[in-house]
């Protein structure tokens, strides 16, 4: 899932036809704000899965129990994106 920091960060994304690369490559365009980052609704991680999360702090458990969070630049977060790989 992708979930944009701020509606202008969406709106800049959309108006560069980002949305649409990440839609046809499978990934969920969400609305912009928390998701994730503080797993205080549904989108939290299984047991076993892993994120390449841009927030800015990781603890255990905070993005769902028994999920592994990796901490990384934007860049980095793309580059496990494209190749569905993290490292």
Do not use: K, Y
């Amino acid at each position: 899932m992708v979930v944009p920091g701020s509606g202008l960060v969406r709106a800049q994304a959309e108006s560069e036809g980002l949305d649409e690369i990440f839609i046809e490559a499978g990934f969920e365009w969400r609305e912009p704000g928390c998701s994730m980052c503080l797993g205080m609704n549904p989108d939290t991680l299984a047991p076993g899965e892993r994120c390449a999360s841009t927030s800015n702090r990781n603890f255990e458990g905070r993005q769902g129990r028994d999920g592994r969070t990796h901490l990384m630049s934007p860049a980095l977060a793309a580059r496990a994106a494209v190749h569905g790989v993290i490292g």
